[in-house]
């Protein structure tokens, strides 16, 4: 079974940035994708970006792209997001994800391994 855990969320000012990690352990990790999704208080989990595991490409959601970056430490099975002129708006719990088949993907039920989440708050 796969653990991921998140780390890295705080508070920051708006404009600010911060970089969120994503380690997975357990049985040999063999994700072929790795997403990252937000939940805002009283909202529903929304995509942010997400990682081909072996390729390397990415793909982002519209209003995190040009700001927010993907990536991933195949050696040390961690997957980051580096958020930059982060809004209040996107104060939320930031989960990490993994897909075990199939490429990237938006959609969070292909995803059979998620992260407990981080919390993220930007203040105005």
């Known amino acids: 079974q796969v653990q991921l855990v998140e780390s890295g969320g705080g508070l920051v000012q708006a404009g600010g940035s911060l970089r969120l990690s994503c380690a997975a352990s357990g049985r040999t990790f063999s994700a072929s994708a790795m997403g990252w999704f937000r939940q805002v208080a009283g909202k529903e989990r929304e995509f942010v970006a997400a990682?081909?595991?072996?390729?390397?490409?990415?793909y982002y959601a519209d209003y995190v792209k040009g700001r927010f970056t993907i990536s991933r430490d195949n050696a040390k099975q961690t997957v980051y997001l580096q958020m930059n002129s982060l809004k209040p708006e996107e104060t939320a719990v930031y989960y990490c994800a993994a897909r075990f088949v199939g490429g990237i993907t938006t959609t969070e039920g292909n995803y059979r391994a998620w992260g407990q989440g981080t919390q993220v708050t930007v203040s105005s």
């Open positions: 990682i081909n595991w072996n390729r390397g490409n990415t």
